[in-house]
T-cell receptor, first 113, second 113 residues
């Protein structure tokens, strides 16, 4: 049972480049989330998916798009990366409607130069 | 939307002493308050949570208290050990379709041997 996995672990992009961050969970959870973590600002919700087939904006969605590919996978896309998107990105999942607990992946450290 | 403030941002204690981290929230509709621990290079992990119908909850050396009237909740760690050194985040949720969490900015706890 791997839990929540994220790829890649590290990525360096130039301004204007695009990339997709991948996330998968093997716990049969319904809900999945993307957060970014910046120093002194905690974790901020970018997008979430309450269930397969649905996605919604979180607190900081500008510059990002998401795809809930199936129940297991939830990807985050940066179409035109900007230095302000330099951050650590975490994917999480939770079991709805069972509990509120969110299980986090190990994170992707993204640097945009 | 919900706003969660967390204090202090850094906390150093001697091994064996107690540590207290405090959070306030803004929306009285919030009904779930988890605490997450994040070790270096890893994703956050739930350590304890409390729902709005409970005033206090304990799990071995850790406890959480909730004051709904004042809209604040606290994490208490007793008999601290070096392995308690980490970043701790509080969060609040109003429920909703995906039970989104709003996180505090984090507290770096250092337990000095």
């Amino acid at each position: 049972n791997a839990g929540v996995t994220q790829t890649p672990k590290f990525q360096v992009l130039k301004t204007g480049q695009s990339m997709t961050l991948q996330c998968a969970q093997d716990m049969n959870h319904n809900s999945m989330y993307w957060y970014r973590q910046d120093p002194g600002m905690g974790l901020r919700l970018i997008y979430y998916s309450a269930s397969e087939g649905t996605t919604d904006k979180g607190e900081v969605p500008n510059g990002y798009n998401v795809s809930r590919l199936n129940k297991r996978e939830f990807s985050l896309r940066l179409e035109s990366a900007a230095p302000s998107q330099t951050s650590v990105y975490f994917c999480a999942s939770s079991d709805q409607p069972g509990t509120y607990e969110q299980y986090f992946g190990p994170g992707t450290r993204l640097t945009v130069t | 939307g919900e706003n969660v403030e967390q204090h202090p941002s850094t906390l150093s204690v001697q091994e064996g002493d107690s540590a207290v981290i405090k959070c306030t929230y803004s929306d009285s509709a919030s009904n779930y308050f988890p605490w997450y621990k994040q070790e270096l290079g890893k994703g956050p992990q739930l350590i304890i949570d409390i729902r709005s119908n409970v005033g206090e909850k304990k799990d071995q050396r850790i406890a959480v208290t909730l004051n709904k009237t004042a809209k604040h909740f606290s994490l208490h760690i007793t008999e601290t050990q070096p392995e308690d050194s980490a970043v701790y985040f509080c969060a609040a949720s109003m429920g909703g379709s995906a039970r989104q969490l709003t996180f505090g900015s984090g507290t770096q706890l250092t337990v000095l041997p």
